[in-house]
Each structure stands twice: as structure tokens, then as C-alpha cells.
């Protein structure tokens, strides 16, 4: 898997946007990008994943660069609820199954 | 769907003591995994099974640990004789035959031996 780069934490305020990048400088043109996130005392949830076109679904949005080589993450409309650590993992879809978390960026949103 | 369920929640043993965790994957999913989430260590992969049969077991960390899946709903993960650094946060995920759907995790079991 290729090495990602998050930073490690960030706040957002409210009902405002929250925009996670990460980097990925070395990904592999097989590799996807997925996320994930871990609220305190829960187990990771898969949030979304993309190959090169920008993904969206009901949770967020995946904006990934031409190059590949970054991507963001977006939170239209975040809540309380966002608060958690998010997770930019590079990987294919073949080949050994251990998902590598990383750090991840702990996002805490600001009532 | 319930989800992938795990029990029990909470554990706390003596050191020495046999410790038995359980999973029951979501209803149709082939693959299941236990990972092990600790401070130090974050997130360690230590066995996957696909459809019931261990595949790759080189993350369990000792002779210590073993794993076994029964049957499609049902996994267990034993640790005889139980030690403190065995004390983690154990998790318990299951997927489809398709990998690009992503992993379901449970809730965890947070086990400390003391």
C-alpha cells in the first residue's frame, strides 16, 4: 500500500464544511483511495473510496486530484457526531488484505 | 441488518486465565478478520478466514492466541494463558467476496488482563 500523509488533527465549526486532505504521493495507478473513520469507542467505518473520478454518497465526498497523487475528503454538513479520527488509506484491490490505518487526522467539530 | 456483532463488550480477567471472544459476521460476507487496536501498536491485523477457513494467520503474535471459525456466523478468538499485554482493544470485521466494498467492523471487545 502506498504511504499516505494526514494531518494530525484539525477543527471544524458546526454545520460548516470539514475538508480532510491527505496525500499520496506515491500511489500506484491500481490503487484506490478509501477512508475510514473511528469515533471513540467504536470499531473503524468505512466512509467512502474512489479511483481517479470524485466519488459521492450519502456520508461525504471524495475529491481526488488529476495527478492522484492527493485527495480530500468532505463533510458537506458536519455535526457533533463527525467528531472521530479519519483514516486515508491507498490500496488495491488485490493482493494482501491488512488494511494499514496510519495516524489519520482527529477531526473535532466545534459546537 | 445487526451489523457485525461482537462479545462480550468488556473483559477483565487475571493474568493466566483462558480468554474467549466472539464474533458473528454480517449474514452473507465471506471474508472475516480480528484485528487488535492498542495505543502503542494501533490497528494489527492478526488472522482472516474466507468462507470458514484460515487463511493468513502470521499476525497472531504467540502460540498463545488461537482462532477458529466454526461455521459462516460464527468465529471465536482464545487467548490461554492470558498476559497484561494482551490487553487491547479486539476487533472483529467481515467483508463481501468483492473488496472494493469495504469492511464492516464491530463495536470491540476491550480486554485487560490484570
Known amino acids: 500500500d502506498a504511504k499516505t500523509t494526514q494531518p494530525p488533527s484539525m477543527d471544524c465549526a458546526e454545520g460548516r464544511a470539514a475538508n480532510l486532505p491527505c496525500n499520496h504521493s506515491?500511489?500506484?495507478?491500481?490503487?484506490?483511495v478509501y477512508w475510514y473513520r473511528q469515533i471513540h469507542s467504536q470499531g473503524p467505518q468505512y466512509i467512502i473510496h474512489?479511483?481517479?473520478n470524485n466519488e459521492t454518497n450519502e456520508m461525504a465526498s471524495l475529491i481526488i486530484t488529476e495527478d492522484r497523487k492527493s485527495s480530500t475528503l468532505i463533510l458537506p454538513h458536519a455535526t457533533l457526531r463527525d467528531t472521530a479520527v479519519y483514516y486515508c488509506?491507498?490500496?488495491?484491490?488485490?493482493?494482501?488484505?491488512?488494511?494499514?490505518f496510519g495516524t489519520g487526522t482527529r477531526l473535532t467539530i466545534i459546537p | 441488518d445487526a451489523g457485525v456483532i461482537q462479545s462480550p463488550r468488556h473483559e477483565v480477567t487475571e493474568m493466566g486465565q483462558e480468554v474467549t471472544l466472539r464474533c458473528k459476521p454480517i449474514?452473507?460476507?465471506?471474508?472475516l478478520f480480528w484485528y487488535r487496536q492498542t495505543m502503542m501498536r494501533g490497528l494489527e491485523l492478526l488472522i482472516y478466514?474466507?468462507?470458514?477457513?484460515?487463511?493468513?494467520d502470521s499476525g497472531m503474535p504467540e502460540d498463545r492466541f488461537s482462532a477458529k471459525m466454526p461455521n459462516a456466523s460464527f468465529s471465536t478468538l482464545k487467548i490461554q494463558p492470558s498476559e497484561p499485554r494482551d490487553s487491547a482493544v479486539y476487533f472483529c470485521?467481515?467483508?463481501?467476496?468483492?473488496?472494493?466494498?469495504?469492511?464492516?467492523f464491530g463495536s470491540g471487545t476491550r480486554l485487560t488482563v490484570v
Open positions: 474512489g479511483l481517479k
Open positions: 470485521a467481515s467483508r463481501t467476496s468483492d473488496r472494493a466494498l469495504g469492511y464492516t
Open positions: 478466514f474466507n468462507n470458514n477457513v484460515p487463511i493468513d
Open positions: 488509506i491507498a490500496r488495491s484491490n488485490f493482493g494482501n488484505e491488512k488494511l494499514t
Open positions: 506515491t500511489i500506484s495507478g491500481n490503487e484506490y
Open positions: 449474514s452473507g460476507h465471506d471474508y
